[in-house]
């Protein structure tokens, strides 16, 4: 980050991060923000990148108006 005068970084993996690793970003006072494979894969879902649907769940609802 020196290298470059990033004020700010983000290191993404799949898998998980080490404790030094946490550590070490913890004492940096969030300049640096760590995103694990869970969360990637939540961000992933929430903003709908890289997925689709599986399985799609239609609610019914009786329509009233129908009978009058």
Request: hydrophobic share 45%; aromatic share 8%.
């Amino acid at each position: 980050m020196s290298l470059k005068r990033a004020h700010k970084g983000i290191f993404v993996t799949t898998s998980a991060f080490s404790q030094s690793a946490v550590q070490t970003a913890r004492d940096l006072h969030s300049r640096i923000v760590l995103i694990d494979g869970i969360q990637l894969a939540q961000l992933m879902i929430r903003y709908n990148i890289g997925c689709r649907n599986e399985e799609v769940l239609y609610l019914k609802k009786v329509d009233e108006d129908f009978f009058e």
